[in-house]
Every structure is written in structure tokens, then in C-alpha cells.
């Protein structure tokens, strides 16, 4: 090999080296921008694709925002759980997955995703030993269990294997292995939760503070406690609070019509549940046919509003929905929807309306299985500032 052929391989080498460790080929360090995919939330629209983060915003696909312009980021990964996971769920609001190491003298030592955490007592809410258990929960003091009756009793300490009770009869080891979740008190910080940014982590945790977003990672403050940086490859979610939108998943319907066509195949209660999609903030799988409506009055909307939703066919569906949405009864959107169709972006002017109803019925063919997921919808006030 000559000498130029010598020197195209070593700089072609040093090339790839930089790309896979960070370095510029004259071996200085370089800084690359995030890459992932997922949906944006902004003021204006609703924008699925690649997302690259920046220093003055992030760049959705083509479209380029500030970051004060955006309200919601959702990422597409895969679940980052691992085996006998344990969710810790605290006064602020907070919800930690992680692993409990143990607990005595009053604190709890947790292995999560950004580490080695220690929790005051005095923050704890509850532990769940299992996934998805109902919330909130119905005792305090007391420890549920996969068999058996409720255990109630002050939790001393707790290791890997086993947690010490002081019940009633005296002092119980119980095996880790067979709870369900011990809750120490019912109380939740109100003036720290509904006013405050949500950041979604990667494996589920939900955190609540202040949050301020940079090209490599999320920065969140809350209160007494140090900022926290989190790299963008450790975030799901996250949502930003603003004056002037509404996120109507977390709102209370006034009221919920359901009539299946056949009683299996509709879950009511998926109102109540998080919708898992990839991608995707937050929203409903629902199925026809079945009506929401949403007192506006309650949410104090301050002038003429929009609404804004993307809905899509459910993974599995095989028949078609027709989709409407009303203001006051008064129908402003109507399309069907069927199981090939790509996500539809709905945005219409509520005006001063005092409800809203959304309303999913049969299309044509009826067939099974069939559904719609309304995905991130918002309330956003037109005219307000930021």
C-alpha cells in the first residue's frame, strides 16, 4: 500500500472513530445533536417526526420551534423496566420506578434510573410491589398482599428480601415476594402538583418541578431539592404548563355514554387508564359506540378557544369509526375512520361553547375489532400570549 492509500485508510479510520466516540478526526472533542423520533406539541400544530435538539429549539422533521413555543414532547423507546420493578410514589406527586434497597432510620435508599436516590420517610406515599395497582390507595399504615387479608401496622425497615411490620400482634417479617404495596399516608402536596411541568422518564417515572430544555438534556427544579439534569435519551414525556391551554386527559368528563354493540368487546374503563402508544403523550383507545362530554364552564376558559386532537385507527382494528366532535350540540367535526387510515389532525374553534362532546359510532362495515385512539388532545385559548 503507498503512502496516499496509507493516509486515506488512517483518516477514513479516524472519521469513523469521531462518529462512534464524539470526536472530530484531528482528535478534538465535538458535540452532536440529539437524534430521536416522536410528536411535538406546540402552540400552532401537532408534528410527528425525527427530532433533533438544539441550542436556541428543536427541529421537528423540517419545522423548526423555540423551546418556549413547545408544550409537549412524547419519544418513541422502548420501556427501560426491569424485572421486580417497584413504583415509589411520594407526597410531591413524584413517582419513581426503581428498586427499594432498603429502608431504616427513616429514609429509603432507591436504585433508579439517574441512580442511587435517598428518600426522607416523610416523603413516602406509598410503594407497589405490582404494576398498575388502582390509585389512590384505600389504607394508610397498611400492607396489601398478592394472598391474604391486609397487614396494618407501622413499616420499621425494609432489605431486598424481606420488610418488618409492627402490627397489632408484634413484630412481622414479611417476604417482599408476597406485597402488593404498603401505603404510609394518603397526603399529597396539592400546592406543589397540578401547577408544576411533568417529565416522564424513559422507564415510567413521573417527576414534577420546573423544567428547562437544552440541546443535549432536560434540567428540572423542584422545590428543595438541587436541579436535576436528565439526557434526552433517559426522557419519554414530558408536558409544560401554560396559562392558557388545557390538557384535556387530565379533565373530568361530566358524563360517559357507553352502549356496546357486544359487551365484551368495550372496556369502560379505559377512560381511566393511560393510553400506551408509542409516541404518544397521552389520550383514549376507544371503541362505538360511546359519547364524552366535558363541562367547560368547570375548566374557566378565559375567551374563545380552539380544540385540537389527532386521532388514528387502534393497532388492531379491522372495522371503521365514524368520529364526531360537538360544541354545545352543535357539530363542528364529523369523518369516518378507517383501519388504513394515517393519523388525522382535527382542529376546530370552540368559540365560547359551555361543552364539549366527543362521539365514536359504527361505521361501515361494522366489523371486529374496531377502534379509534384520540391522541394529545388540548384546549388552547386563542389569542394568549406565552
Wanted: glycine content about 8%; hydrophobic content about 40%.
Amino acid at each position: 500500500m503507498n503512502r496516499c492509500a496509507r493516509h486515506a485508510v488512517l483518516a477514513t479510520t479516524a472519521t469513523l472513530l469521531a462518529l462512534c466516540y464524539g470526536q472530530s478526526a484531528d482528535g478534538e472533542p465535538e458535540r452532536h445533536a440529539v437524534a430521536l423520533r416522536g410528536s411535538v406539541q406546540s402552540r400552532q400544530s401537532r408534528i410527528e417526526g425525527e427530532l433533533r435538539f438544539e441550542a436556541e429549539g428543536l427541529v421537528v422533521g423540517h419545522e423548526r420551534l423555540a423551546w418556549q413555543d413547545v408544550l409537549t414532547i412524547a419519544i418513541q423507546t422502548q420501556p427501560k423496566q426491569d424485572a421486580g420493578t417497584q413504583w415509589i410514589h411520594l407526597t410531591t406527586g413524584d413517582r419513581w420506578c426503581g428498586h427499594v434497597l432498603e429502608l431504616r432510620d427513616g429514609v429509603a435508599r432507591v436504585q433508579t434510573l439517574l441512580g442511587e436516590m435517598a428518600f426522607p420517610r416523610a416523603l413516602l406515599t406509598a410503594v407497589d410491589f405490582q404494576p398498575d395497582l388502582p390509585w389512590p390507595p384505600q389504607r394508610e399504615q397498611t400492607l396489601t398482599r398478592r394472598e391474604g387479608g391486609p397487614v396494618p401496622g407501622r413499616l420499621l425497615r425494609m432489605d431486598p428480601e424481606h420488610m418488618v411490620i409492627e402490627s397489632p400482634i408484634g413484630e412481622l417479617k414479611i417476604s417482599r415476594a408476597m406485597a402488593e404495596r404498603y401505603t404510609f399516608t394518603h397526603a399529597i402536596d396539592a400546592e406543589r402538583g397540578p401547577a408544576l411541568d411533568e417529565l416522564i422518564l424513559s422507564d415510567g417515572s413521573t417527576l414534577r418541578g420546573q423544567l428547562d430544555l437544552g440541546p443535549e438534556a432536560v434540567t428540572i427544579t423542584r422545590q428543595d431539592a438541587e436541579p436535576m439534569r436528565v439526557p434526552w435519551t433517559h426522557v419519554r414525556a414530558l408536558r409544560r404548563q401554560h396559562r392558557q391551554v388545557i390538557y384535556v386527559a387530565l379533565l373530568t368528563p361530566s358524563q360517559r355514554i357507553a352502549k356496546p354493540l357486544l359487551a365484551e368487546k368495550l372496556d369502560i374503563a379505559l377512560f381511566h387508564k393511560p393510553l400506551r402508544r408509542d409516541g404518544v403523550l397521552e389520550g383514549w383507545r376507544t371503541q362505538p359506540t360511546m359519547q364524552v362530554t366535558y363541562d367547560l364552564r368547570a375548566a374557566a376558559l378565559q375567551g374563545p378557544a380552539r380544540f385540537r386532537v389527532t386521532l388514528a385507527p387502534t393497532p388492531d382494528a379491522s372495522g371503521t369509526t365514524v368520529c364526531r366532535v360537538l360544541a354545545d350540540d352543535r357539530e363542528l367535526w364529523k369523518q369516518a375512520i378507517g383501519p388504513d387510515e394515517s393519523p388525522l389532525h382535527v382542529d376546530v374553534a370552540l368559540g365560547a361553547a359551555s361543552q364539549l362532546t366527543l362521539e365514536v359510532e359504527f361505521g361501515n362495515p361494522a366489523r371486529f375489532p374496531v377502534g379509534v385512539d384520540w391522541l394529545d388532545p388540548v384546549i388552547l385559548i386563542e389569542g394568549a400570549k406565552p
